[in-house]
C-alpha cells in the first residue's frame, strides 16, 4: 500500500510501481508475455481508456460522427486504429463488488446529485438550501429472531433463563459477533424464522414504498387543509432515496425528504420541519399492502414497514438539524448505493444461499400444477411461461434470486429533486469532447461558463452512426485484468488523499479566519 504525505502523492511516478504482491502464476506470466512481445503500452493505454474497469466490455466495427446542419462527416472511429485492436468500453456497474472503478463513478454521480438537490447547482437554484430536509430510514419487520453485532460489550441474545424453540433449538447466544462472522444475519432457528413471509415482503418492498409516497401527501394534504390533488399549488414533495441490504438479507429504505413551495425548488416552503417529521412518522404508520397468496394452500398476508423506522431533521429551513449535515447524508447515500447483497455466486452464506433457494421454490409453487410444466422454468433467468402463469404476481419471483427477491432500483428520486444521473453522464461526455478539442486546438479551456455549457438542454447538432458487434467481456489475458484492479486501487488512493488534502485545507482556513461573537437584538 503506498503512503500520501502532505506534500505530494508517493503513488505517482517510476519509483512509486502498482501493488502487485499477490499475483498468481498464471498472472505473472502474462504480464511477462506483454513485456517480452511488446504490447505493454498499448494495454496500459487501454486500461486507461477503459477506465481501469475489472471487466470491459470488448467491441469491434466503427462509428462515424455526422453534422446534422450540413450532413458532412466529421470524425471516422474505427476499432481496427485501437492499440489493441477492439474497442474497450467500461461495463458501467453499479455494485463495488463486481467492478470498484465503475462503481466509484456510480457513486460520485449519485453524490453529486443527492448534493445538488441539498445545496443547489447544475440548474437547481441555490435558495434550495432552505427548504426544510429529513433523513428517512424504513426498516423491514421482523420475521424471526437472527445474530447480530450488538454495541458495546452486549453478547447477541442473552436470557437470564433458557429459551428452547419449537424444534428443540436454544433461542440463546452469548458470543460476541464481528461483522465479519459469517453468523451475523442468520436466523437461530431456520425452522422458526419465517422465510417465505421475508421474501414476499421484500418482493413487495417498491409498492410499499410508493404506497408511503402516496400516503405522505395525502398527510401533508390533510395538514394544509386541501384537497389531494390540489396540493402541487400549495407544496411539492421531492425525495432522494437508496436501498440498503442488511446482513440478513432484507433491505432498508434511506431516503432524504425535501418539502418545496408551489414553484418548486427553491420556492418557500410552507410547512416547516417538525411538522413534515410528524407527517412522515403519520404516514409510515398506516401504509399497508396485501400480497396475494403463493396457492390455495397459503393466505393472504398484509404487509408493512418495521417498527424501527428512524427520522432525523437535517435541516428546518433556518440552521442544521440533528446534528447531521447535508455532507454526510450525501456521502452516506452514495455509499450504500454502490452496495449489492452481499451475495457471492461462487460462496455464498449459508442464510443467504438458503433465500436465494426459496425465492426459486415459491415460484415453482406459485405455477404449480400448470400443465405446461412451467413450475420447472420458473428458476430460469429469463423463464418462458404460459400465458396464464405469466399473469401470476410472483412469476419473476425465481428471476430476481439473486437479489433474494428485491425487484426495485436501488437508487430512485422524485422528478424535480435535482438532475437525473443521465444528464451528468451527458455533461461528462461533453467535457471529455471539450477537453479533446481544447487539446488539438492547443488553446485553454474557457471555465467560466462551463458548468452552464455542460448542463445545458441544447439539441445535439451531430448524430453518431455506427456499426457495432459483441467480441467479448472481459481482459484477454489474466495479467490484464490483475494490471486493472492495480491501476484502479491507485486511482482510489489517489482520491482519498485529494480527499483528505482538501479536508486539511478547509480546516486550515477556518482556524485562520477570526472568530465573531455575534449577540442577539435587545441584549
Known amino acids: 500500500m503506498t503512503r500520501a504525505t502532505r506534500t505530494g502523492f508517493r503513488g505517482h511516478g517510476p519509483d512509486a510501481p502498482l501493488d502487485l504482491d499477490h499475483l498468481a502464476l498464471a498472472e505473472v506470466e502474462s504480464i511477462m508475455g506483454r513485456l517480452s512481445d511488446g504490447t505493454m503500452p498499448a494495454l496500459a493505454d487501454t486500461i486507461s481508456r477503459a477506465g481501469n474497469c475489472a471487466h470491459p466490455v470488448r467491441l469491434v466495427g466503427r462509428s462515424e460522427t455526422v453534422d446534422l446542419r450540413t450532413g458532412e462527416i466529421v470524425e471516422t472511429f474505427r476499432s481496427a486504429d485501437e492499440p489493441l485492436g477492439l474497442l474497450y468500453k467500461p461495463c458501467g456497474n453499479r455494485r463495488e463488488s463486481v467492478c470498484a472503478s465503475c462503481s466509484r463513478i456510480y457513486a460520485r454521480d449519485t453524490f453529486e446529485l443527492i448534493s445538488t438537490g441539498l445545496n443547489g447547482g447544475k440548474g437547481v437554484p441555490a435558495t434550495v438550501n432552505a427548504s426544510p430536509l429529513l433523513f428517512v430510514t424504513l426498516t423491514a419487520p421482523s420475521f424471526g429472531l437472527v445474530h447480530g453485532v450488538r454495541d458495546g460489550k452486549q453478547p447477541c441474545h442473552p436470557r437470564t433463563r433458557l429459551a428452547w424453540c419449537p424444534h428443540g433449538r436454544r433461542l440463546t447466544c452469548w458470543a460476541h459477533h464481528d461483522a465479519d462472522d459469517p453468523r451475523v444475519g442468520a436466523p437461530l432457528c431456520r425452522e422458526c424464522y419465517d422465510t417465505d413471509s421475508a421474501i414476499i415482503w421484500q418482493w413487495h418492498a417498491p409498492e410499499l414504498w410508493r404506497r408511503f409516497t402516496i400516503a405522505l401527501r395525502r398527510q401533508l394534504a390533510a395538514e394544509l387543509g386541501v384537497r389531494d390533488h390540489d396540493l402541487k399549488h400549495h ?50 404508520s398506516t401504509v399497508r399492502c396485501a400480497a396475494a397468496p403463493l396457492d390455495d394452500r397459503d393466505v393472504e398476508r398484509i404487509l408493512r414497514f418495521g417498527a424501527q423506522t428512524d427520522v432525523r431533521i437535517v435541516r428546518d429551513g433556518f440552521a442544521g438539524g440533528d446534528h447531521i449535515t447535508t455532507e454526510q447524508v450525501a456521502a452516506y447515500l452514495a455509499k450504500y448505493s454502490t452496495k449489492s447483497a452481499g451475495v457471492d455466486p461462487r460462496h455464498p452464506l449459508p442464510h443467504l444461499a438458503n433465500l436465494m433457494e426459496s425465492c426459486r421454490a415459491l415460484a415453482a409453487r406459485a405455477m404449480a400444477g400448470c400443465p405446461f410444466a412451467c413450475d420447472k422454468r420458473a428458476g430460469d433467468r429469463h423463464p418462458r411461461l404460459c400465458g396464464k402463469c405469466a399473469q401470476s404476481p410472483y412469476a419473476l419471483l425465481g428471476r430476481w434470486a439473486s437479489m433474494l427477491g428485491f425487484r426495485g432500483h436501488f437508487s430512485t428520486k422524485s422528478r424535480r429533486y435535482s438532475v437525473t444521473l443521465g444528464a451528468l453522464r451527458r455533461a461528462r461526455r461533453r467535457f471529455q469532447s471539450l477537453t479533446v478539442e481544447a487539446r488539438r486546438r492547443a488553446t485553454p479551456l474557457d471555465t467560466r461558463a462551463l458548468e452552464a455549457q455542460l448542463m445545458a438542454d441544447d439539441e445535439e447538432t451531430t448524430l453518431v452512426i455506427g456499426t457495432w458487434a459483441y467480441d467479448g467481456s472481459g481482459w484477454p489475458r489474466a495479467g490484464d485484468k490483475a494490471l486493472a484492479d492495480a491501476a484502479a486501487s491507485r486511482a482510489r488512493e489517489y482520491a482519498k488523499w485529494r480527499a483528505e488534502q482538501r479536508h486539511a485545507r478547509t480546516s486550515d482556513n477556518r482556524q485562520d479566519k477570526p472568530t465573531t461573537v455575534r449577540t442577539s437584538r435587545g441584549i
Open 235 to 284: 407544496a411539492r414533495l421531492e425525495y432522494a432515496k437508496v436501498a440498503e441490504f442488511q446482513t440478513r438479507g432484507l433491505v432498508h429504505f434511506h431516503a432524504l425528504v425535501r418539502i418545496d413551495g408551489p414553484d418548486g425548488p427553491g420556492s418557500p416552503a410552507p410547512v416547516a420541519a417538525a411538522r413534515l417529521h410528524e407527517a412522515v412518522r403519520h404516514a409510515v
